[in-house]
Structure formats: C-alpha cells, structure tokens
C-alpha cells in the first residue's frame, strides 16, 4: 500500500519524464535505482532498516529494495523489481508485498536495445567522469522537479507536525527538575509514536544547560537543574516524510529576565525570517537577516567591540549563530538542494545547507539560534581570529548560559509562507 493514491504518482512520473525526456538521447535510458539492504559492520546477516532512495520512492510509493524505475526520451517504462522467494517471505513477511509485472530480468532485456545507460541513486562502479557529470545533470534536474511540494506531500506534512505537536504538548508537563535529557526524550517519542508516527526523522536532540549550546545534543543522564534551559529538536515521520521543530522550555516554568531577554532576540529574528520567505527572496538573505536582527541583540550586551556590519562582514556572530538559518525540508530531514552547492559560499561566517531562491512550493527549516558555547569561547584560536570585533571578557561570562533556537517548517506559496508546523506553540 503507497502513502499516497496512485495518480498522485503518475502525475509525478509525468512531471518527471517531461523534464527529462528533452535532455535524453535517443540512444540513452534513464535508470533510477530505489537501492540495496547495507550490511551493519560486524552484524554477520544482519542489514540496517532499508531507506529507498528519495526519488525512487517519489516516483513510485515503493519501498523495495532491488527496484527500478526507468524512462527513455520516448516511453516511460515504469518499475521493474526482483520477484520476492518464499524464503524471504517467511524470515522477513511480506512488507516488500509489491510485485510489477515487470522483472529484472525484463530490465536487463531492455537494457541491451540502448548503447548509454545512466545510472541514479547507485553507482554501478565502473563509469567515467563524463558519465558521472551526465548523471549528476539529471539528478538536479529531477530535485528541483520533486522540492516543489505537490498537495498530498503538503497534506501528510501538515498531519505530520500534529503527531510531533503530542510529544510537544506532552513535554510541557514532563520538563522539570531532576528529569534527565534521555527521560524527556522517551517522552516525547513514546508520545509521538502513540499519536501514529512510524519513526523519528533523526535522533532526537535534547540539551539543558549548557548542553543546550550544542547544536546536535545526544540526550543524556544529565538532569535538569532549575533556573536552566532545555533545547528539544525533535520530529515525527512516516515513510520518510516528516517534520522538524525545536522549542525552548525553561526547567522552572518561567525564563529568567537574561534568558527571555536571547529567546525574544532569537524569536524577532524567527518571525522576520519566516515573513520573508517569499517567492523570489534568496534564501541568503533570509539568513543574513536572521544574523543581523541577532548581531544587534548581542551588542546591546556589550559582546562585539566593532559595528553591526563589520561584525556581519567578518564572520564574528558565528561564534554566537555558527549554522544557517534552514534547509528544505520534507521527504527526509535534508531534502532537495544540497547537492547543487558544489561550490557553497559562506553567509556571516556560516555554511548554508540552501543557496538558491525560494520559489512557490518549496517548504524550508527557519531555525535561527543564539548559543555562546564554551568550546568556541574558550578555543585560542578562534579568540585570537575574532579579538578585534568580540568582547572576550564579556563572553566568558556567558558560558554556562547554554543556547536557544527556535524552529518551524515554512511552506512558500504565492499568498505568502504557511507555517505548517504553526500547532506547535512555542
């Protein structure tokens, strides 16, 4: 059974197929691997959880492994699969439950009629460079066809966000002191799983204190301590399609004044990124936005020695906001739009997973964060790099503060951004 209805995924096929099809030759077969099980090191028989990859399953609903999906300049020939034994029924059921009518043995027939065959999603190993690049032209192709959200993805991501808003909700009454960070995050996933999710999209990042300035916090022992911080990034996802959202919960129930004061700062720079994600906006300047509504917070505490834009310019406020400000988001935590970046600039100091302009459809992460992490603070290097632009002895005062980020999932459209994860209250 797909997660969606069957013309949703022809309508996608043929999306698909007229993007490519004035690209291929006619000598040419366009091969799209769904992939195979990876064997866990030292794991004898034992595989990890198969993932599809993406495009193979957006065309198909299929979560097979061994499957196909092909299409030439003139005929969409569809999915060929390997038949399922009886042996493999019976130790593993029957999840693979799909059979085409078309087998792998029928592909390797096709195959024989073209003389090129390009290969996405598994590389067979033997190709050259000039076909590696040829391939890699399709599979941008193909991304920037499948980041524009159609209606069923917009749909399950919506429903999906008020499966991950029961482990929210179910947080508020759980965060408080002695509870540790791995309580809060069986809480919160329990929660989430009852409500119908299948999984988590990643592993769940729970940090307090100054756990909380670590950017993917591996929940652990530690026990919340009142008067502290806890940073919770946690999701929910079915079949691949998911959420991602952080909120900031204070151990005691109420912010102290310092702390209220970072999370408006970080609040101000969300909610102005959030109203500029726009058709047309490069997603840069979103981010460049968030760092300096955060540049100019930080230097009413007396952190930086220098302007708001010399600041910016050389890259300082990444101590303090040292990632961008999101990332396409949707089938997978990190969809489409990293693998154009093969050159990627830096923003104010920081990598940006997205460099490109927002168009109607997309659905990105807008998570700015302020942290003043200890290793940054304390590291000669980075001290003596920035010792003209940050106030070092005004920043060893905030090393046990911890950080804050807020996050939501923002889908462009032409009447301005939907938060789509809005339930969540933050």
């Known amino acids: 059974m797909t997660l969606f209805t069957p013309n949703v995924y022809k309508l996608r096929q043929q999306k698909a197929a007229t993007v490519v099809q004035s690209e291929l030759n006619d000598s040419e077969l366009l091969v799209i691997h769904s992939g195979h099980p990876q064997k866990k090191p030292g794991g004898l028989d034992q595989t990890y959880d198969f993932l599809p990859h993406p495009l193979y399953f957006w065309l198909t609903g299929h979560r097979r492994p061994f499957g196909v999906f092909v299409i030439s300049k003139k005929e969409i020939y569809g999915e060929f699969q390997r038949n399922l034994t009886s042996t493999e029924i019976v130790w593993e059921g029957a999840q693979w439950n799909f059979i085409s009518d ?3 043995t029928d592909f390797e027939n096709l195959k024989k009629q ?10 067979p190993g033997l190709e050259s460079e ?4 040829r391939a890699f032209s399709f599979h941008i192709l193909l991304d920037q066809v499948r980041r524009k959200k159609d209606a069923a993805e917009i749909k399950q991501i919506r429903e999906l966000a008020s499966l991950a808003n029961h482990g929210y909700e179910a947080l508020a009454l759980a965060v408080t002191p002695g509870v540790s960070e791995r309580e809060l995050q069986l809480v919160y996933e329990n929660a989430v799983l009852q409500a119908g999710a299948e999984k988590m999209p990643y592993g769940s990042i729970v940090g307090t204190g100054e ?12 026990k919340l301590k009142s008067g502290e911080m806890v940073l919770v990034d946690a999701g929910a996802d079915i079949q691949d399609y998911c959420v991602d959202i952080t909120r900031m919960f204070p151990v005691s129930g109420k912010f102290s004044p310092q702390q209220q004061d970072i999370y408006d700062i970080v609040l101000t720079a969300q909610l102005q990124a959030i109203d500029q994600c726009k058709i047309g906006n490069q997603w840069k300047d979103v981010h460049l936005l968030t760092a300096e509504i955060i540049a100019e917070g930080l230097s009413d505490f007396g952190l930086f020695k220098t302007s708001v834009s010399d600041v910016l310019e050389s890259g300082a406020i990444s101590v303090f906001y040292p990632h961008g400000v999101g990332h396409l988001v949707g089938l997978k935590v990190r969809d489409t739009g990293v ?6 600039k830096k923003y104010a100091g920081a990598n940006l997973r997205v460099d490109l302009k927002l168009q109607e459809g997309f659905c990105v992460t807008v998570e700015p964060g302020c942290y003043f992490p200890r290793a940054f603070i304390e590291d000669p290097v980075i001290r003596e790099k920035y010792k003209n632009h940050i106030n070092w002895a005004v920043a060893e005062k905030w090393k046990n503060f911890g950080g804050i980020r807020l996050e939501d999932d923002v889908l462009i459209t032409s009447k301005g951004p939907d938060v789509l994860t809005s339930v969540v209250k933050k």
């Open 114 to 123: 073209f003389s090129v065959i390009t290969h996405l999603g598994l590389w």
């Open 102 to 104: 078309k087998s792998l």
């Open 339 to 344: 693998i154009e970046n093969r050159a990627p």
């Open 130 to 133: 000039e076909q590696k690049e």
């Open 211 to 222: 756990n909380s300035a670590i950017l993917h916090a591996v929940p652990s022992s530690q």
